[in-house]
Nanobody, 114 residues
Framework: QVQLVESGGGLVQPGGSLRLSCAAS????????MTWYRQVPGKERELVGT????????MYANSVKGRFTISRDISKNMLFLQMNSLKSEDTAVYYC???????WGQGTQVTVSS
């Protein structure tokens, strides 16, 4: 059974950093692309970025380019989202997603506020 479990969210001040984690199980983690999304209540889920099976990373959300990056540890089946220089508009629930299996994690709340 494919499962994704996010962690690492919380409250952080503007300008701060957080690293989100996504623990994957039930599939060969390094063989598939993985994606981070985020969602603000009342708005559509926004694609943040993707790490491909090759390890190449594309950040799709213009608002996070240069501040966020995605990485993974294949040996531990872990996906990461490093978020730096956080802004209040980054406040959202962050989800990891594996497109090949159409499976979402439960989400982790990130709140950026002073």
């Amino acid at each position: 059974q494919v499962q994704l479990v996010e962690s690492g969210g919380g409250l952080v001040q503007p300008g701060g950093s957080l690293r989100l984690s996504c623990a994957a199980s039930g599939f060969t983690f390094g063989s598939y692309s993985m994606t981070w999304y985020r969602q603000v209540p009342g708005k559509e889920r926004e694609l943040v970025g993707t790490i491909y099976s090759t390890g190449a990373v594309t950040m799709y959300a213009n608002s996070v380019k240069g501040r966020f990056t995605i990485s993974r540890d294949i040996s531990k089946n872990m996906l990461f989202l490093q978020m730096n220089s956080l802004k209040s508009e980054d406040t959202a629930v962050y989800y990891c997603y594996v497109p090949r299996f159409n499976t979402w994690g439960q989400g982790t709340q990130v709140t950026v506020s002073s």
